[in-house]
């Protein structure tokens, strides 16, 4: 009897407080024992003495109580339990040597909570020995089967300790019949799933057992503190966002600094994070401007001549005119037309302009067609000749599609052999 006193005294220092928890199915506990009877007793003990409730101290506390239990599935346990105690008498020397052993199902709720209530109930036996000298008596003789109910609340303290009180109410069947409370404080151990990492979450709960983690993230870790998960973070040593998959946009271009070449200035993705560069400051990138040194008033980024310009070109051209099937430029009138033109663009240098080449209805279509494109030509070879810049002419052909309508027909039909001026858009 002293030997299992004093191990279960070892127990109760050394075991801890641990709860049974989803990561521990197996919960050993040690504690100490108060029984209380509720009734007397209804038949003589071996000392042939029958016992009254009122003869009984009213709390009777000893050591010890040990009990196992092994989690079945949710908050369900089954275990066995054990306790021993002594029952005095309310005054005189009597002592009733008591011992019980069950079986028994638990239902825990909120089991990994810091607070757990939970209920119990089972069978076994219940032994009340009024001998203090009982060898050679048999101690079957004096189990009685026991029925019980009871509640406890377990108490969290670490992942793996927990303390715990509780009670149950039991009735015995006889030898002898009897009612009773007994009271359990102790504290307990729980056993089950490891943590191999040593981040304290166990393997069962951790999404990277191997890994210390945070428990937070469920046992993972986040290097950055940015609150993605090395595992899910494409930067996991740059704090970044989730919507970035965890990598930093500094400049908030929807470019990731590791991609972007141009960490401090917002760039579209199709140039590496970088802005187009618009060289001519015209609003209009060079990768879209046809322009790209020359600031423009245009979609295209180029200067577009004005169309008071246009109307003092054509103005001063109206005399360029061509014979019948010709396309070189002859004659002081015609000479002298073309150099007007060609003042008006040198005094006003910006934009490209069109030089428009038409024939009269003289000749077939594809004749006609063939020496507009020729006077169109000329003329712009004579602009160049006197000083305007090839990149700003540009010809076009539209042989007699265009003619010009007069009420003699020979007029119309030299009005018709001209070149006009437009502006390129």
């Given amino acids: 009897m002293k030997t299992i006193k004093k191990l279960s005294f070892f127990l109760l220092l050394a075991a801890g407080l641990n709860a049974q928890t989803s990561d521990n199915p197996w919960l050993i506990s040690a504690g100490i024992n108060a029984v209380s009877l509720q009734s007397d007793f209804e038949q003589s003990l071996n000392n042939n003495q029958t016992y009254t409730k009122d003869g009984i101290k009213g709390l009777n506390i000893g050591v010890p109580s040990l009990s196992v239990f092994r989690s079945v599935i949710g908050g369900l346990a089954v275990g066995g339990q054990f306790s021993l105690n002594n029952l005095k008498e309310e005054s005189g020397p009597d002592e009733i040597k008591f011992f019980n052993i069950d079986v028994l199902l638990k239902y825990g709720f909120n089991r990994d909570g810091s607070v757990s209530p939970y209920l119990k109930g089972g069978w076994g036996f219940t032994s009340f020995d009024a001998l203090e000298d009982s060898e050679g008596i048999d101690r079957s003789l004096r189990l009685t089967n026991t ?157 577009v001549v004005e169309k008071t310009i246009i109307e003092a070109l054509n103005s001063a051209g109206v005399n360029i005119l061509f014979p019948a099937d010709g396309f070189e430029l002859k004659g002081t009138k015609v000479l002298d037309a073309v150099a007007k033109v060609q003042k008006i663009l040198e005094d006003n240098p910006d934009g490209i302009v069109l030089v428009q080449g038409y024939a009269s209805e003289d000749g077939s279509n594809a004749y006609n067609q063939v020496l507009s494109q020729k006077r169109a030509e000329a003329v712009k070879a004579k602009l160049i000749e006197l000083g305007i810049p090839s990149a700003r002419l540009e010809v076009q052909a539209f042989g007699e599609s265009r003619p010009i309508v007069d009420k003699n027909e020979a007029l119309s039909r030299a009005k018709s052999r001209r070149v006009e001026f437009t502006a390129k858009q």
């Avoid at 141009?262 to 209009?284: F, H, L």
């Fill in 147 to 303: 029925y019980f109910g009871g509640l406890g609340l377990n108490f969290k303290l670490t992942d793996q300790f927990s303390a715990f009180i509780e009670t149950s109410y039991r009735v015995t069947e006889d030898r002898p019949t009897v009612n009773y409370l007994q009271h359990t404080l102790g504290i307990a151990l729980g056993l089950g799933s490891g943590d191999s990492d040593k981040d304290g979450v166990s393997d069962k709960k951790d999404l990277c057992p191997d890994v210390p983690g945070l428990k937070e993230f469920e046992g993972c870790p986040d290097t950055d503190g940015d609150g993605v998960l090395d595992k899910d973070d494409v930067c996991p040593e740059l704090a970044g966002t989730a919507e970035n998959n965890g990598c930093p946009d500094q400049d908030g271009d929807g470019v990731i600094d590791p991609d972007d070449e141009c960490i401090d200035e917002a760039g579209p993705s199709s140039n590496n994070g970088c802005p187009w560069p618009d060289t001519d400051g015209d609003g209009v990138f060079d990768k879209d401007d046809d322009c790209p040194t020359q600031a423009g008033n245009s979609a295209t980024g180029c200067p």
